[in-house]
């Protein structure tokens, strides 16, 4: 059996190396859907209790993404950027590198028996990424 558990941040990101319009300073506001699933429930009939979900995904929204700015640390800009506030991170911040970034850590936190089963997040209404 599978849950799913929906959330939504507003973040700025810069891409490097990169001639599209997201190698300009610009955000977007995300939509992420996680999915963890559980081959048996737990003794209240639950995988995983949504609020329980809740407590390991919107602490860490709420520290390291929402109203933040990510940009890559190699990238030229990241200097001057980190002077004005914003986040240095070890990878392009890509709705693809985002998206390993949450399941690396959400995956420690889940409880026994309980694994992540799909992580996607949508950079706009139309475009996402998928880890499954
Ligand atoms: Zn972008």
Known sequence: MKITKQFEFSMGH???????????????????????ESSQLDSS???????DLKAIVTPLIN???????????????ARA???LGARAVAFEPTAENIVSYFERVISKELPDGVTLAQIELYETSTSKAVLR
């Not at 520290?63 to 800009?77: N, Q, T």
């Open 45 to 51: 009939g639950f995988v995983m209790d949504f609020s």
């Open 63 to 77: 520290a390291e993404l929402d109203h933040h700015f990510w940009v890559y640390g190699k990238d030229p800009r």
């Open 81 to 83: 950027l980190i002077e």
């Open 14 to 36: 810069v891409l490097h190396n990169y001639a599209g319009k997201c190698h300009q300073l610009h955000g977007h506001n995300y939509q992420l859907g996680v999915t963890v």
